[in-house]
């Protein structure tokens, strides 16, 4: 079983790159494998997520290479585009692992297609809730049934599944009953095989990797306000496509040296999209020292370098409505207010809940068992920063976020702390013990 051991360190600083971004990564894949044309993707990310996604379109007779890996060249990826309608019936189910993000999104890709196939995943995706994909997706024309009949289907959907696709499909005016980046990427690519206009809405902005790179990729979509329109149109290969590093990969690094005395650490090369900076803002809101430069805003997605300093920093509130901006940087901001003077509020955190694990429970246990005073009122988390944590046995509860946010926590602890199940990392950072142990001065 992976462990990871961390001991109090002194400082934590560094110069450093985190890896290419798991959001952006999945959509080049996908997008460059219905296009026409070859895509050539630098910067992808290694993780076992975005891996799914690979070969889940090789499965489908898309001829994606694999042109560098090594640390001092970006990884580079070649995804020779079939079109559209290029994709065939892969002979065996799609399994998807550990990916909520393949499975949403590509879901909204097979809803176009003419063949069936079934798409599963481990024991963690097997409980992810995908009625709110495969309900206005069904509206669309495709068919979504679950594999195992026993499962109540009026109540919620789970892995694994079949999905009987349909072409063309009908267009939808559709407004999601959560902001979800997930569900709307499926429905802005199930618009693409769609014999009209799509119209879809979200109750808040989530992140719009996706509507950037249809764009970039010609197809025929446009922003009114807070809705998005999409026609059916080709995509066509947009030649090159950079990653930029990960933000809430740099998340980590961020809280570590802001929590930490005498730190700093720049992370360069990171996305800094607007739709992901929620933990910019909030870092900033409890008074860390944080400073962007080098910002790069010519290209599709915006980069920058950001650099934190130890900072005494002060707790916050966090409302409900910025949740989609940094819903997957709560578990480390959890660890952050821990060190805040006063206390935090993260209302209305309910997405949390059905993430690889229930993120609400995994951070309670872990923090509390290091002595923190965190508690939860339904869905709005409370937690009075005591600047103190002693170092414990805590688990990843097979979740990459909640492990490297204790590791986080590990630093400033008094003594030793273990987190137990730490394979799950490799999901989204494989590099993350290397990187985060030659930033450690103990
Ligand atoms: C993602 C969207 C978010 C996020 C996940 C990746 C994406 O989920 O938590 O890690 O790439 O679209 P939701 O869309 O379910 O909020």
Request: aromatic share 4%; proline share 4%; glycine share 8%.
């Amino acid at each position: 079983m992976p462990t990871i051991i961390i001991n109090t360190a002194r400082e934590f600083n560094g110069i450093i790159e985190v890896p290419g971004d798991k959001s952006i990564s999945h959509r080049a894949v996908m997008l460059g494998s219905i296009a026409e044309g070859i895509t050539e993707i630098k910067g992808f990310l290694m993780g076992e997520d975005c891996l799914r996604t690979i070969e889940a379109f090789r499965k489908m007779g898309i001829d994606i290479r694999q042109r560098t890996e090594n640390r001092e060249q970006k990884t580079e990826i070649a995804i020779h585009g079939k079109g559209l309608r290029g994709l065939s019936a892969p002979n065996k189910e799609l399994y998807l692992g550990n990916s909520g993000t393949t499975m949403r999104i590509i879901l909204g890709i097979l809803a176009g297609q003419d063949f069936e196939c079934t798409l599963s995943g481990d024991e963690s995706l097997s409980k992810r809730p995908m009625k709110r994909v495969s309900e206005p997706l069904s509206l669309m024309g495709a068919i979504i049934t679950p594999k195992t009949k026993n499962r109540e289907p009026n109540i919620e959907l789970f892995p694994p599944l079949t999905i009987k696709g349909k072409y063309p499909l009908k267009p939808i005016k559709y407004k999601l009953p959560v902001a979800s980046a997930q569900v709307k990427s499926a429905l802005l690519l199930a618009g693409l095989y769609s014999n009209g206009t799509s119209e879809i809405e979200e109750p808040l902005q989530s992140r719009d990797h996706t509507e950037r790179m249809l764009k970039e990729f010609s197809a025929d979509i446009n922003i009114k306000g807070s809705k998005l329109l999409i026609k059916s149109s080709k995509l066509i290969a947009k030649g090159n496509i950079d990653i930029p590093g990960d933000i809430s990969s740099a998340a980590f690094f961020m809280v570590a040296a802001a929590i930490s005395k005498s730190s700093k650490i720049t992370i360069k090369n990171s996305g800094i999209n607007p739709t992901r900076i929620g933990i910019i803002d909030v870092l900033k809101r409890m008074e860390a020292k944080l400073a962007i430069t080098n910002e790069k805003r010519d290209y599709f997605e915006p980069t920058a370098d950001i650099t934190v300093e130890a900072s005494a920093l002060k707790g916050a509130t966090i409302e409900a409505d910025m949740i989609p901006k940094l819903i997957d940087e709560l578990p480390v901001i959890m660890v952050a207010a821990v060190f805040s003077k006063g206390s935090t509020v993260i209302k209305g955190a309910s997405e949390l809940r059905v993430k690889e694990t229930d993120r609400i429970v995994s951070m309670l246990t872990n923090l509390k068992r290091m002595g923190a005073d965190i508690k939860t009122e339904g869905d709005d988390i409370i937690i009075s920063g005591s600047g103190t944590l002693t170092g414990a046995e805590v688990d990843s509860f097979g979740d990459h976020r909640t492990a490297m946010s204790m590791a986080v926590a590990g630093l400033r602890a008094k003594g030793k702390t273990t987190i137990l199940n730490t394979d799950c990392i490799d999901k989204s950072f494989p590099e993350f013990e290397r990187l985060f142990g030659a930033c450690c001065a103990n």
